[in-house]
Nanobody, 122 residues
C-alpha cells in the first residue's frame, strides 16, 4: 500500500520554528518529486514547496521564500520541511504529496498524506 505520513506539526509562537517530516511507505521515494501543500480553514489548498527526485531542484511559494527550506534523504525515504520565522498566516494543515514533477500546483498529485496541523499563535 502506497502511503505518505507527515509528522512534526504542533503549536508554536510567532517567530518560532518547526521541522515537518514526510515519510514514504510501500514505494520508492527517490523516483518521485515531493511537494508540501497547506490548507488554512476556509481557504483553498496551496503549494508551499517542492523538491525534485534527485533533490537538485527546489521551488518555494513567494510567501515562504527565505524562511522555509525543503530537503530530502532518499536513503531514509523522508522529505523534510524546515520552517523558521513562522507567522500566524502559516497556520494550517500541511500535506505532502508525490508526483513526477516538482510543481506547486496541487492538482495531479499521485499520492497524498493525511496531513499534520501547524498552529502559529501567541
Amino acid at each position: 500500500q502506497l502511503q505518505l505520513v507527515e509528522s512534526g506539526g504542533g503549536l508554536v509562537q510567532p517567530g518560532g520554528s518547526l521541522r515537518l517530516s514526510c515519510s514514504a511507505f510501500g514505494f520508492a521515494l527517490d523516483i518521485h518529486s515531493i511537494g508540501w501543500f497547506r490548507q488554512a480553514p476556509g481557504k483553498e489548498r496551496e503549494g508551499v514547496s517542492c523538491i525534485a527526485k534527485s533533490g537538485g531542484t527546489t521551488e518555494y511559494a513567494d510567501s515562504v521564500k527565505g524562511r522555509f527550506t525543503i530537503s530530502r534523504d532518499n536513503a531514509k525515504k523522508t522529505v523534510y520541511l524546515q520552517m523558521n520565522s513562522l507567522k500566524p498566516e502559516d497556520t494550517g494543515v500541511y500535506y505532502c504529496a508525490a508526483s513526477q514533477l516538482c510543481v506547486l500546483d496541487y492538482h495531479g498529485m499521485d499520492v497524498w498524506g493525511k496531513g499534520t496541523l501547524v498552529s502559529v499563535s501567541s
